[in-house]
């Protein structure tokens, strides 16, 4: 049979009927493509995810906002309300440079599988009313297209002075 495997069924159905045989298309060519997508998604998303930090860490927020694309949904936390479009997002951001300082963030490997990547990450970073030190980690999970985000989903906790909370 070229180009397809046959996996065989043994057994009976419920209604006790004979199993069929299944039929399944090996094709080399989707293969290739398929992982070609997924090292694609993978670059992409070390690009967007360093270039988020870098924003982040600067209060550059004009580079920041380059990762998005222009329909994209923001979702802080997974019980907060999404924040749509790129000026309610960048409405979000903006507070970043009046209320924190001295940020450093990293991110972990990037898994890919087709227009979707997530990361691991942590900040760090000072409160500027308080001076007290705040140690963020968590995951984002984000969809793509055309380049960009469209979909940014951070799951994080902070830690505040030592303590665990998910104060802002």
């Not at 906002?65 to 903006?94: H, K, L, S």
Request: charged content about 20%; overall charge neutral; aromatic content about 12%.
């Amino acid at each position: 049979m070229g180009g397809q495997r046959v996996w065989a069924v043994s057994g009976t159905a419920e209604d006790g009927a004979a199993a069929q045989p299944i039929v399944v298309q090996a094709c080399k060519f989707r293969i290739m493509a398929a992982n070609q997508s997924t090292e694609a998604t993978r670059a992409l998303g070390r690009s967007l995810v360093d270039t988020f930090g870098r924003g982040w860490v600067t209060c550059d927020m004009s580079l920041l906002m380059t990762v998005y694309a222009p329909n994209a949904v923001f979702i802080e936390t997974p019980f907060t309300a999404p924040i749509q479009g790129t000026d309610a997002i960048r409405g979000y951001w903006n507070e970043v440079p009046y209320n924190q300082s001295e940020i450093s963030f990293n991110s972990g490997e990037i898994y890919a599988a087709g227009p979707w990547f997530s990361t691991e990450f942590k900040c760090v970073f000072r409160r500027r009313r308080t001076g007290e030190w705040v140690e963020a980690r968590g995951a984002i999970f984000c969809e793509t297209e055309a380049g960009r985000i469209s979909e940014m989903r951070m799951y994080w906790h902070r830690w505040n002075g030592g303590q665990e909370t998910s104060i802002a």
